[in-house]
């Protein structure tokens, strides 16, 4: 088994919500909403996959989980999520 800081390549995702809100704006409307910005990196290569998310509940957390895989082309064997 690998230790935490040697990690093979494509083994690790590291997921969290940045630490800000941005800014969503309707075109239609005009509103300003605040999102939050889920952001999934892989490891070896930083590639990354970020979106808006209305909150940092379970749902939106599930569900930004599941985009970015489906972006990403694969499930990883290990998720980090930031501590």
Not at 45 to 64: G, H, K, N, R, V
């Amino acid at each position: 088994m690998l230790a935490f800081t040697e990690r093979a390549a494509g083994e690790w995702l590291f997921v969290d919500h940045a630490g800000h809100t941005i800014d969503v704006i309707d075109p239609q409307t005009g509103e300003v909403r605040p999102a939050q910005l889920f952001v999934a990196a892989l490891g070896a290569s930083s590639y990354i996959f970020a979106e808006a998310a209305w909150t940092q509940s379970l749902p939106d957390w599930i569900a930004s989980h599941v985009r970015a895989f489906g972006f990403l082309g694969g499930v990883w064997p290990r998720l980090c999520p930031a501590i």
